[in-house]
């Protein structure tokens, strides 16, 4: 069974910086694009950066130049560098990943179960 597992999330003051991780596990035969995602207290869930199997990154406007996504392919884990954290950054961060577990099979879109990232002074 396929997992997705977040990690590093916290509380930061503002303009602090975190580095939040995703690690995938259990029977895996490729991954394609990988994401984040957040959602803050009465706001529905948002986009916040996703990248390709060919490292092609695409972000949200309001954390263009703040917040940069990476992945390890060799370990299955995407992250996402958060940095100079505004208060308006506090959300529930989840990632997600598209992956196909055996060859035979279709590939689906996993989640994780979240992280907790909180700006405040």
């Known amino acids: 069974q396929v997992q997705l597992v977040e990690s590093g999330g916290g509380l930061v003051q503002p303009g602090g910086s975190l580095r939040l991780s995703c690690a995938t596990s259990g029977r895996i035969f490729s991954i394609n694009a990988m994401g984040w995602y957040r959602q803050a207290p009465g706001k529905q869930r948002e986009l916040v950066a996703t990248?390709?199997?060919?490292?092609?990154?695409n972000y949200a406007d309001s954390v263009k130049g703040r917040f940069t996504i990476s992945r390890d392919n060799a370990k299955n884990t995407v992250y996402l560098q958060l940095n100079n954290l505004k208060p308006e950054d506090t959300a529930v961060y989840y990632c997600?990943?598209?992956?196909?577990?055996?060859?035979?099979?279709?590939?689906?879109?996993?989640w994780g179960q979240g992280t907790q990232v909180t700006v405040s002074s």
């Open positions: 997600n990943a598209n992956i196909r577990p055996r060859i035979t099979t279709p590939a689906s879109v996993y």
């Open positions: 990248i390709t199997s060919d490292d092609i990154t």
